[in-house]
């Protein structure tokens, strides 16, 4: 497939486009990516396997490609420790964006324990609102979903359009499965974070994060008692006013 250096929403067959994008390696589908969007290219990670996996291609591709974290300031320790262990390995610098409130403002702003009474809430004040700063200015960013990572997650296309930040959204291992995942980090022996060792598979905030209560969905560990398995990031844009007391 022969890349286009201009891309625009409104012109794009998404259909036709996810069929050829599907028949790509990884390596070609992200070279594909950065002759397409060039320097308005950027990766948001929170440092899962499968983010792992795409970065160890990207920075072979495209060393000088820019590498987001969102920082939510109640991450584990483990999540700090493989941040420094990628910057080392790869030589590169991931930039952070982080939320407005500090959580000491948030509590003061919305009594303590928000991620229990409405996690909803805390999610949009700490992932949401920074991710727009996250994606200022570019025109793809780069996701680590995959169709089996839960049953929201099943369609999940190679490329589509993101509403809510106004700039094309990247899955490039929308179509790997968690063992192929594994096996290619245990292959090349990438870093990863050391909770997956005692059964964590879906790492987020440390408040919202415990080992999967279904086996067959890496992501039942996340806000666990509750009907919500997304911070929000990756669900359509809708209006949304925070309750406060």
């Keep these: 497939m022969s890349p286009s250096t201009r891309l625009l929403h409104s012109n794009v067959d998404y259909v ?9 390696t990884l390596t070609d589908f992200l070279r594909w990516s950065v ?4 320097e308005r290219l950027v990766q948001v990670t929170s440092f899962g396997p499968t983010g792992i996996v795409i970065l160890d291609h990207l920075v072979k591709v495209n060393p000088e490609v820019r590498v987001v ?3 939510t300031g109640f991450l584990f320790p483990e999540t ?14 991931i930039h952070v964006v982080r939320p407005e409130l500090t959580p000491q403002e948030q509590e003061r702003l919305y009594g303590p324990a928000l991620w229990a009474l409405e996690p909803d809430v805390c999610c949009h004040e700490r992932k949401v609102k920074p991710m727009a700063a996250a994606v ?5 960013w780069i996701t680590g979903l995959r169709r089996d990572q839960s049953n929201g997650r099943s369609q999940t296309p190679l490329i589509g359009w993101d509403a809510r930040y106004n700039l094309f959204k990247l899955s490039p291992l929308a179509h790997w499965t968690r063992e192929a995942v594994w096996d290619y980090i245990r292959a090349y022996n990438l870093p990863y974070n050391r909770l997956h060792d005692l059964g964590y598979t879906s790492i987020g905030c440390i408040h919202c994060t415990r080992q999967p209560t279904d086996a067959n ?3 039942s560990g996340r806000w666990y008692g509750r009907m919500k398995t997304e911070c929000g990031l990756h669900l359509p844009a809708r209006p949304f006013t925070p309750c406060r007391e």
């Design 80 to 93: 700090y420790a493989l941040w420094e262990e990628i910057e080392r390995r790869y030589g590169i610098q």
């Design 136 to 140: 200022a200015g570019q025109h793809a």
């Design 35 to 38: 002759v397409t969007f060039g």
């Design 16 to 24: 036709a486009l996810n069929r050829q994008l599907e028949e790509l």
């Design 69 to 71: 974290t969102i920082d």
């Design 217 to 219: 969905d890496e992501r």
